[in-house]
Structures are given as structure tokens and as C-alpha cells.
């Protein structure tokens, strides 16, 4: 006699469970970095988010115990972004100047059409939540802007004397304050124009002649 097969268990059963609790989890991570882009850490509650999410309370509270927990993984999904975005322009067919200026337009374009980004960027400008990653994050693009820019000054793109260390600080700072003021005041729209700006100021001061020959700035 064969034994009836239990539905309740097996492979199968236990692979659904598992991609149940992943839909239910980034649906949790969607409501919240939803929730932080509107009103910031302090701002949103968790019953906020519950009820955005769409999940039962016990779901919710099974992966995150408290606010905190959402807020680091609404933030290590938009390192995973950050990560994707990196690992394009890090190829070697990029020139590098070039890269560090494109770099700078795909996150303008992620800020403004990933919710996910959004919320996340809004939390790394967030007090409470600055001090746990916010200063790593902003050490980590300055060490990767100037990566890019040491190899640019090594093929001859920049112009000589131009200090690639505190260039890359200026590039994080500005673009840290200009997705700040259009955060606070709701108009993301203008960050590629004020982008753009940054780099037709910044390219002439430190750009080397036959680089700008090559890559006309846009006025």
C-alpha cells in the first residue's frame, strides 16, 4: 500500500513558504521606504508602514522587531542598487572621467524613479540614522569617485595639480546637498539640471584641454 502524499510538507511546500516570505518581506521594505521618503525616520511609524504593506501584523513583526530593523533594510537595498550601478561603470571601456560624470546621472535618475533609493537616501540624511550609516556611506562614495578620478589622472584626463582627494569630496558633498535641497523641498525634478550645472562649472577648472575637446560640455 503507498502513503498518501502530504501537501503540507516536502520540497515544494517548504520553496513556497520561502518565496512567501520574500514577497511578504520587500513588500514590508516597499511601504517603508515609501514612508521614510515622505516624512523622513522620526516621522513614520510602524503601523504606518503595516498598513501601507498590506501584510498582517505578525508578518511584519517577524521580520522586524522594531523601526530600526526596516530602516537598515530599506537602506542595505539601496546599497544593493548603488552596488548594481557601481558595477557598470567600473568596466574597463569607460574613460574614467567620463565614468565619474555618468556615475553621478545614474543616481540622479535612481534618486528620482526607485522608491526604494529614494527612501533610503532620505533616511542616510535622517539623525538617527546618519549615525549608524551615513558617515560609512559617504566615506564610500568619496573613495570610489576618487578611484575613478586617480586613473584619470594617470591617463592624463585632468588637469595637472588637481587634487583627486579633495576633488572627490567636493563631487560627494555637492551631490549630497543638491539631492538634499530637492528632497526638502520637493522638487527632484530639478536635480538633473543642477547636476548638469555642477559639472559645466566643475569640468573647465579641472578637466585637461584634450579631454574637454573630446567631451563637449553642455551649456
Known amino acids: 500500500m503507498t502513503p ?18 520574500l514577497t511578504t518581506r520587500a513588500a514590508i521594505v516597499a511601504a517603508a521606504a515609501e514612508r521614510f521618503a515622505e516624512v523622513g525616520y522620526h516621522g513614520a511609524t510602524l503601523s504606518e508602514i503595516l498598513s501601507r504593506s498590506g501584510v498582517t501584523k505578525g508578518a511584519m513583526y517577524f521580520h522586524f522587531p522594531h523601526k530600526e530593523a526596516v530602516a537598515d533594510a530599506v537602506i542595505a537595498a539601496t546599497n544593493a542598487a548603488w552596488a548594481e550601478v557601481l558595477a557598470e561603470l567600473e568596466a574597463p571601456e569607460w574613460e574614467p572621467l567620463r565614468a565619474v560624470v555618468v ?15 529614494r527612501g533610503g537616501v532620505r533616511l542616510l540624511n535622517d539623525a538617527a540614522v546618519t549615525v549608524r550609516h551615513g558617515a560609512a556611506h559617504y566615506r564610500f562614495v568619496e573613495r570610489v569617485v576618487a578611484s575613478r578620478l586617480r586613473e584619470a589622472a594617470a591617463t ?64
Open 4 to 21: 498518501s502524499a502530504d501537501s503540507s510538507s516536502g520540497p515544494g511546500r517548504s520553496g513556497q513558504r520561502h518565496e512567501q516570505s
Open 103 to 117: 556615475l553621478t546621472e545614474r543616481v540622479v535618475d535612481t534618486v528620482r524613479h526607485d522608491a526604494i533609493v
Open 156 to 219: 592624463g584626463s585632468l588637469r595637472p595639480g588637481v587634487d583627486v582627494a579633495v576633488l572627490a569630496r567636493q563631487v560627494a558633498t555637492l551631490m549630497a546637498g543638491h539631492n538634499l535641497i530637492c528632497e526638502r523641498s520637493g522638487t527632484l525634478d530639478e536635480l538633473p539640471a543642477r547636476v548638469e550645472a555642477m559639472w559645466t562649472a566643475l569640468l573647465p577648472l579641472i578637466a585637461a584641454e584634450d579631454w574637454i575637446a573630446q567631451h563637449p560640455i553642455r551649456a
